[in-house]
């Protein structure tokens, strides 16, 4: 099992930056991905980033070029830089793992409210 806790949200203005990080805890010799989901009111989550072990990187369309992802030296890390913030990027955020079985651990989630 693995357990994920997320820190880093709060309330930024239009153009602003967060940092979100999320620490594994438990069975993490056997995470091979970590990433960040979100999901705003009334819509689906949908990816944000995702890394694997071997340091490659994916990213939603809408966030491309303003969000980057990085892990930990111990791989135990996940973190989110988010720049030029957006209304539309007010979501709550979840920090994702993917095991070597295929199973998914999700965060509880951490809320970015971003203000026009």
């Known amino acids: 099992q693995v357990q994920l806790a997320e820190s880093g949200g709060g309330l930024v203005q239009s153009g602003g930056s967060l940092r979100l990080s999320c620490a594994a805890s438990?069975?993490?010799?056997?995470?091979?991905?970590m990433g960040w989901y979100r999901q705003a009111p009334g819509k689906e989550r949908e990816l944000v980033a995702r890394?694997?072990?071997?340091?490659?990187?994916n990213y939603g369309d809408s966030v491309k070029g303003r969000f980057a992802i990085s892990r930990g030296n111990a791989k135990t890390t996940v973190n989110l830089q988010m720049n030029s913030l957006k209304p539309e990027d007010t979501a709550v955020y979840y920090c994702n793992a993917a095991d070597w079985g295929g199973k998914i651990y999700w965060g509880k989630g951490t809320l970015v409210t971003v203000s026009s």
């Open positions: 438990g069975s993490i010799f056997s995470i091979t991905a």
């Open positions: 890394i694997t072990n071997a340091g490659i990187t």
